[in-house]
């Protein structure tokens, strides 16, 4: 998996930027890998494999739009080796797909059905279109999506996005939002597991007030009325907020490990930010061809966000929306999503990150 991604995305990002047309959207690269390897893949010593890597040139605009640099993201979803080594982590989704966190957990890897891997693929205009004209979507940010063929063995598709919590600082409590109360508390056996996913009723009964201001209430709130159109829009209707809780006078668990990442990621994005005029449109899934052993590119050239607080706890939160489920086609479809840091007066601070301002 590691080999494929570093060589379709090094291949990808080798090539000259252009504007993208509905073909990009559609567009898929395939890739044979013998072990004695081919004109455009190297040999290695594991058995043949096959590689897809779905509308290249799109998730390539989406890496730069978030100001992930090619060589970065490479060294960090492809690092290998015992040190830089994928990270599990469970979940308690009832969709059966395993996830995994890149060594420096800024990043996760999820498999996903083939049911799922079409629902993105027939969005993915629009999700572009959304996630480039509003800076601060809190929708999940996809950075590529791929399949693997083994040798003899069912094939697997997986999604690379942005970790949700993808900060150093312990999150000491989560939260599962949806603006519902039918069921919606951590059971008796998930709190006595610890680091249980609170949910709506938990957040009630704990009492817990977000305060970042009126004005930058009002930017969040209009940003999360965007998502949440958006979502409705495209018939998924399985989404919630996710909001981590960091404590400043908590102590940390001895257990908690701060891993060193190969780069630092920056951001302009702030809940300022007037959005852009970008016009959307349609796209459907093409069916999937036969594997190749070279790259047919329809896009190649002819010549080739202080703290003041009023009590001593003081905490710093990360919020996210993370969309599943898109009934529509019997497809689910898992959207993720984050905000930036905000000044907070008293109590909390709402982030994505560290505490001065990165989104």
């Not at 996809?142 to 942005?162: E, N």
Request: charged content about 25%.
């Amino acid at each position: 998996m590691m080999l494929g991604i570093r060589t379709a995305t090094g291949l990808v990002e080798s090539k000259p930027a252009h504007e993208l047309s509905m073909v990009d959207f559609e567009y898929t690269d395939h890739y044979r890998f013998p072990s004695e390897g081919t004109r455009v893949t190297p040999a290695h010593s594991g058995r043949d494999f096959k590689f897809k890597d779905y509308a290249p040139y799109v998730f390539r605009d989406l890496r730069e739009r978030w100001g992930i640099e090619p060589q970065d993201y490479i060294m960090t979803v492809c690092a290998g080796g015992a040190k830089y080594q994928y990270l599990e982590f469970i979940t308690n989704s009832k969709s059966g797909q395993f996830f995994f966190y890149t060594f420096d957990q800024k990043f996760m890897i999820k498999t996903v059905s083939k049911g799922e891997k079409t629902k993105l693929m027939s969005i993915l205009q629009h999700y572009h279109t959304h996630v480039m004209t509003y800076n601060d979507t809190l929708l999940t940010r996809f950075y590529g999506m791929h399949r693997v063929h083994p040798h003899k063995k069912r094939d697997f598709y997986f999604l690379i996005f942005a970790s949700v919590f993808g900060t150093d600082k312990y999150i000491h409590k989560v939260f599962d939002l949806k603006g519902s109360l039918h069921g919606r508390k951590a059971t008796e056996a998930e709190i006595k597991r610890g680091n249980p996913v609170y949910k709506d009723k938990d957040f009630l009964r704990q009492d817990i007030k977000i305060r970042v201001g009126p004005a930058r209430a009002k930017l969040l709130k209009a940003q999360l009325a965007a998502d949440a159109d958006f979502l409705c829009q495209l018939n998924i209707m399985d989404y919630s907020l996710l909001l981590g809780i960091h404590y400043r006078d908590q102590p940390v668990p001895k257990r908690h490990v701060v891993r060193q990442s190969l780069f630092t990621q920056d951001s302009t994005d702030n809940l300022n930010e007037a959005p852009k005029d970008v016009s959307a449109a349609a796209t459907d899934d093409k069916a999937d061809a036969a594997a190749d052993d070279g790259v047919e590119d329809p896009n190649a050239p002819a010549a080739d966000q202080d703290v003041s607080t009023s009590k001593t706890t003081r905490a710093t939160t990360t919020a996210a929306t993370t969309a599943a489920a898109a009934r529509a086609g019997a497809a689910e479809c898992c959207l993720a999503a984050e905000t930036g840091v905000v000044p907070v007066p008293a109590g909390h601070a709402v982030g994505g990150g560290e505490e001065t301002g990165q989104a």
